[in-house]
């Protein structure tokens, strides 16, 4: 440590660079060897140059004390001897570590990590570094809790990977070292643990390499770019950060650590949305399970005619972290293109099965994903049967085409006109000697049969007319089949 007018600097081998605690600017572990590299230029912009006294200790009651003197290219021990000194260290669980480097050097070893990822599954579930890192942060996430309570008490222990799966419940550093375990477990060659200097306390999260781009593990689904962590999840690449790179090699570990910046990450897919080809597997894989057809005529119904029910997707809250909501799109990539699609697939099958149980097994479904005030939207539309293809011609009459599918074109199909945003409807439109007695209405000019297909036209203007009279000059035009809408189009006056 380091001391200049009553104030201390610990220079420690790991850590968040925040307040008065400084990690080198290089470590490198290996075979019990230990090499820490100090700049000194970073010294003397975090604490300023000068002279310091600096404190080696020796044991708890006695150290070297030597002259530290710092400038922007240089430093220099002088003057060092040996005095008698009270040496206070922080109180530690029985069960724990003093620090994450600790807690990685004393429990990660092979015997460990075996036993981690059997529990885990880690090194069964996938074939690949995507899908071994997706199941590992799902497992985390079903089955580790955050513990507020250690957090309240600012308890400083480190558990090791054993010792968090026995509890159940860990903080953010134990989160950390545990997923780092479980990434070396599963079979990956080398496994990250960045330390953030965050505020008002500093933060720890697991990461991995994929393709050359850090993958953060924090808690919950899903592995995020790192790019992304830092300007979706933190907010700000200005904190500092400190990383230690941990392998398992056949000698033992290794481990290096190193200072960060966050502001030099390279942003790999930087359009922060989800490709639409795979929302499109996410709902061909939900049609398999649910036996339905997937009808992208539905989404008319979903995005014009409001008929569906939804569910809003946001980042996980993260324990020891106060970030604020993120669209769970904003955080895709490309690299787990087959877990979003899947993970997107579930959430359609649950909405599709609570909500719409009657169209499993024979109807038609669709699903929209949009962003949505801070979350991330599904919405999902689905009916009992498979869905007839609906035409549209304008002209100087409006022609509607209805695929028939077994259909009576009178008792079977209806025509409705709503207010925008409004689920009541405004007028209808009816076959020749039919009629609402309850709602405004004009005639059809056809409603016939032909072929495989029923042809319903109205004339534009009268259509028009009807709309600007009752309908305040706008209207949806819903087509519902079987007390279902299976269409649906904006009309105006014009």
Same mark, same amino acid.
């Given at each position: 440590?380091?001391?200049?007018? $009553? ?48 404190? /080696? ?68 579930? $996938? ?47 134990? +989160? ?38 850090? +993958? ?48 030099? /990450? ?102 929209? /994903? ?125």
């Amino acid at each position: 440590m380091l001391k200049r007018n $009553g104030t201390y600097y610990f220079l420690v081998p790991d850590g968040a660079p925040v307040e008065n605690i400084i990690p080198p600017s290089y470590l490198r572990i290996e075979n019990g060897q230990i090499l820490l590299a100090y700049n000194s230029g970073m010294l003397a912009f975090t604490i300023g140059p000068g002279t310091y006294d600096a404190i /080696i200790p020796l044991s708890e009651d006695s150290a070297i004390v030597c002259k530290f003197s710092i400038t922007s290219s240089q430093t220099r021990l002088a003057d060092c001897k040996k005095e008698s000194v009270k040496l206070s260290r922080p109180s530690v669980a029985a069960a724990g570590y003093s620090s994450i480097l600790d807690a990685v050097l004393e429990s990660f070893n092979e015997t460990t990590l075996v036993k981690l990822c059997g529990i885990i599954g880690c090194a069964a579930n $996938g074939t690949n570094s995507a899908e071994k890192v997706w199941h590992i942060l799902e497992w985390v996430s079903d089955h580790i809790a955050y513990d507020y309570v250690k957090e309240s008490r600012r308890d400083i222990t480190v558990l090791s990977p054993l010792d968090l799966l026995r509890r159940g419940k860990g903080v953010c550093a134990d +989160y950390a070292v545990f997923t780092a375990a479980a990434v070396l477990g599963a079979g990956l060659k080398d496994a990250y643990i960045l330390e953030i200097g965050t505020s008002p306390v500093p933060h720890a999260v697991a990461a991995v390499n994929i393709n050359n781009t850090l +993958y953060v593990m924090d808690q919950h689904l899903p592995p995020i770019e790192l790019a992304d962590y830092a300007d979706h999840v933190l907010g700000s690449r200005s904190f500092p950060t400190y990383v230690l790179h941990i392998e398992l090699k056949d000698d033992g570990l290794v481990v290096v650590g190193y200072r960060l910046s966050l502001l030099g /990450i390279t942003d790999t897919y930087p359009e922060d949305v989800i490709e639409e080809a795979v929302v499109k597997e996410a709902i061909d894989r939900a049609a398999i399970v649910l036996k339905e057809t997937p009808s992208p005529q539905l989404s008319t119904v979903i995005q014009i005619g409001d008929a569906y029910v939804y569910l809003r997707l946001s980042l996980h809250s993260i324990g020891g972290l106060a970030n604020k909501p993120v669209a769970i799109a904003r955080l895709y990539s490309p690299t787990f293109r087959e877990q979003w699609a899947s993970w997107i697939s579930s959430y359609i099958v649950s909405l599709v099965e609570h909500y719409y149980s009657e169209s499993v097994d024979g109807g038609s479904f669709w699903a929209v /994903i949009r962003d949505e005030q801070g979350a991330t939207v599904i919405k999902v539309y689905a009916v009992p049967f498979k869905t007839p293809v609906v035409q549209v011609i304008t002209n100087d009459i409006l022609s509607l085409v209805v695929e028939d599918i077994g259909l009576d074109p009178y008792e079977n199909i209806q025509i409705l006109l709503y207010r925008p945003g409004e689920k009541t409807p405004c007028a209808g439109i009816v076959p020749k000697g039919y009629k609402y007695s309850n709602l405004p209405y004009i005639e059809a000019d056809a409603w016939t049969k032909t072929g495989k297909m029923i042809i319903i036209s109205i004339g534009a203007k009268r259509l028009q007319n009807l709309i600007r009279t009752v309908c305040e000059n706008n209207a949806v035009l819903n087509v519902w089949v079987k007390d279902r809408i299976v269409y649906s189009t904006l009309l105006g006056k014009e």
